[in-house]
Antibody, heavy 116, light 107 residues
Framework: EVQLVESGGGLVQPGGSLRLACAASGFTFSGYWMSWVRQAPGKGLEWVAN????????YSVDSVKGRFTISRDNAKNLLFLQMNSLRGEDTAVYYC?????????WGQGTQVTVSS | EVVLTQSPATLSLSPGERATLSCRAS??????LAWYQQKRGQAPRLLIYDASRRATGIPARFSGSGSGTDFTLTISSLEPEDFAVYYCQQRNNWPQTFGQGTKVEIK
């Protein structure tokens, strides 16, 4: 069974940093693109970042470029999102998701709240 | 950026009725569209990919159709567990984008 379990969310002040992690199991992690997708309170879904199987190519939405970095550790089956210079509009539930033509498996999400 | 417009925003139906949800793209996206279901407090679940292909384990009452700019998700006969929010999402153009969602509620 595919499992994705996020961790690392919390309350942070504007301008602060957080590092999210996603532990993957039940599939060959190194064989898939992986993504982070977020959902602001009461809002819809927004793609944040993608990373290829080897970790050699990454893509992110313009609103987080230069502030967020996606990475992975295939030896430990872990996906990361380093978030710096956080803003109020980054407040959301952050989901880790597996990409295979579509996002076919999702974690339960981790809440990130940016507030003073 | 491709804008996906979903309609209606809310659909009020009774169990057993047919639900028809629409997703319109601001430019052609071939058949590179997916549909997701999200229940309150839960992660999204993939229903349909490539416009009409059911994901693993998805019941046959869910079907997708369309290509180009106009797409439809149909639930042939609503079950109690189908009342949720549904999102469409395209992968034809970067960045991948979602529609704003259609809420299917119990009438």
């Amino acid at each position: 069974e595919v499992q994705l379990v996020e961790s690392g969310g919390g309350l942070v002040q504007p301008g602060g940093s957080l590092r999210l992690a996603c532990a993957a199991s039940g599939f060959t992690f190194s064989g898939y693109w992986m993504s982070w997708v977020r959902q602001a309170p009461g809002k819809g879904l927004e793609w944040v970042a993608n990373i290829n199987q080897a970790g050699s190519a990454t893509y992110s939405v313009d609103s987080v470029k230069g502030r967020f970095t996606i990475s992975r550790d295939n030896a430990k089956n872990l996906l990361f999102l380093q978030m710096n210079s956080l803003r109020g509009e980054d407040t959301a539930v952050y989901y880790c998701a597996r990409w295979a033509t579509a996002w076919d498996s999702w974690g339960q999400g981790t809440q990130v709240t940016v507030s003073s | 950026e491709v804008v996906l417009t979903q309609s209606p925003a809310t659909l009020s139906l009774s169990p057993g009725e047919r639900a028809t949800l629409s997703c319109r793209a601001s430019q052609t996206i071939s058949s590179q569209l997916a549909w997701y279901q999200q229940k309150r407090g839960q992660a999204p679940r993939l229903l349909i990919y490539d416009a009409s292909r059911r994901a693993t384990g998805i019941p046959a009452r869910f079907s997708g159709s369309g290509s180009g700019t106009d797409f439809t998700l149909t639930i042939s006969s609503l079950e109690p567990e189908d009342f949720a929010v549904y999102y469409c999402q395209q992968r034809n153009n970067w960045p991948q984008t979602f529609g704003q969602g259609t809420k299917v509620e119990i009438k």
